[in-house]
Antibody
Framework: QVHLMQSGAEVKKPGASVRVSCKAAGYTFTGFYIHWVRQAPGQGLEWMGWINPKSGGTNFAQKFQARFTMTRDTSISTAYMELNRLRSDDTAVYYC??????????????WGQGTTVTVSS | DIQMTQSPSSLSASVGDRVTITCRASQNINMILNWYQQKPGKAPKLLIYAASSLQSGVPSRFSGSGSGTDFTLTISSLQPEDSATYYCQQTYGTPYTFGQGTKLEIK
């Protein structure tokens, strides 16, 4: 069964960093881009970026470029996102998701369960 | 960035009603438009991709149409389990922006 399993909730202080993992199962990890999407409490969805697990290439939304890193470890079929210099408005649920069709821009059909990141002093 | 504007922001309808949600892009995105359903506390679920293609396993009462800048999601006969928030998303160009969402309530 195809699924993505994310790491657990995090509580961080402003200025700290957070890393969230996303472990893929049930398909060839290197065959599909992984996207990161976040959702602040009571708000809509915000696309952050994607990583090509095969090459490691990435594409970020400009607003996150200075603080946001996506990496992967193909040996364990896991993608990571790291957000640095956290602010209170980074408090959100962070989702990883897999593109529907390999290397085609047709949305994301498999989603992780979400990781709540709370930034509070 | 491509801006996506959904309307209405919220609506209330009865079981069996036909419901339409619209999404407008700030520029031509051809048919590179997706629709998601999200229920509280859950991850989004892909309903429609490429404007009108029904994702596997999604009930046929859901349909999508449109191209260019104007798109619609239609639920032909509303069911109680369709209570959710619906989002459009363009994947024509990065950043892959979402609409602000439409909250659908069952009367």
């Amino acid at each position: 069964q195809v699924h993505l399993m994310q790491s657990g909730a995090e509580v961080k202080k402003p200025g700290a960093s957070v890393r969230v993992s996303c472990k893929a199962a049930g398909y060839t990890f290197t065959g599909f881009y992984i996207h990161w999407v976040r959702q602040a409490p009571g708000q809509g969805l915000e696309w952050m970026g994607w990583i090509n697990p095969k090459s490691g290439g990435t594409n970020f939304a400009q607003k996150f470029q200075a603080r946001f890193t996506m990496t992967r470890d193909t040996s364990i079929s896991t993608a990571y996102m790291e957000l640095n210099r956290l602010r209170s408005d980074d408090t959100a649920v962070y989702y990883c998701s897999r593109e529907l069709l390999s290397h085609l821009p047709y949305g994301m059909d498999v989603w992780g369960q979400g990781t709540t990141v709370t930034v509070s002093s | 960035d491509i801006q996506m504007t959904q309307s209405p922001s919220s609506l209330s309808a009865s079981v069996g009603d036909r419901v339409t949600i619209t999404c407008r892009a700030s520029q031509n995105i051809n048919m590179i438009l997706n629709w998601y359903q999200q229920k509280p506390g859950k991850a989004p679920k892909l309903l429609i991709y490429a404007a009108s293609s029904l994702q596997s396993g999604v009930p046929s009462r859901f349909s999508g149409s449109g191209s260019g800048t104007d798109f619609t999601l239609t639920i032909s006969s509303l069911q109680p389990e369709d209570s959710a928030t619906y989002y459009c998303q363009q994947t024509y160009g990065t950043p892959y922006t979402f609409g602000q969402g439409t909250k659908l309530e069952i009367k």
